[in-house]
């Protein structure tokens, strides 16, 4: 069973960056996927990478300003987050994006994101 832990967030002031990372665990990953969820939120999609890192994809509100990437040899999936802003504010997780093939949700990694 493949392990999915998210690390990177913090607190930043608006217009700066942070890294995400996305390690996993137990085997090789394939697509993934980056979502986030804001309080009283409902989970939403931010970003999502292909298994080769050929193809990815981005929401609306994110596109040109974040970045999502991999390293096959680590197993690991980045998001780099620049010009962040206070609506980006919200628990970052990373999972696979086919329903079907979810796994269990982690804890994820808290971004705040201050004006």
């Known amino acids: 069973q493949v392990q999915l832990v998210e690390s990177g967030g913090g607190l930043v002031q608006a217009g700066g960056s942070l890294r995400l990372s996305c390690a996993a665990s137990?085997?090789?990953?394939?697509?993934i996927a980056w979502y986030r969820q804001a309080p009283g939120k409902q989970r939403e999609l931010v970003a999502f990478?292909?298994?080769?890192?050929?193809?990815?994809n981005y929401a609306d509100s994110v596109q040109g300003r974040f970045t999502i990437s991999r390293d096959n040899a680590k197993n690991t999936v980045f998001l780099q987050m620049n010009s962040l802003k206070p609506e980006d504010t919200a628990v970052y997780y990373c999972?696979?994006?086919?329903?079907?093939?979810?796994?269990?949700w982690g804890q994820g990694t808290q971004v705040t994101v201050s004006s």
């Open positions: 990478i292909s298994a080769g890192g050929g193809v990815t």
């Open positions: 137990g085997s090789s990953i394939n697509a």
């Open positions: 999972n696979v994006p086919n329903p079907n093939r979810r796994l269990e």
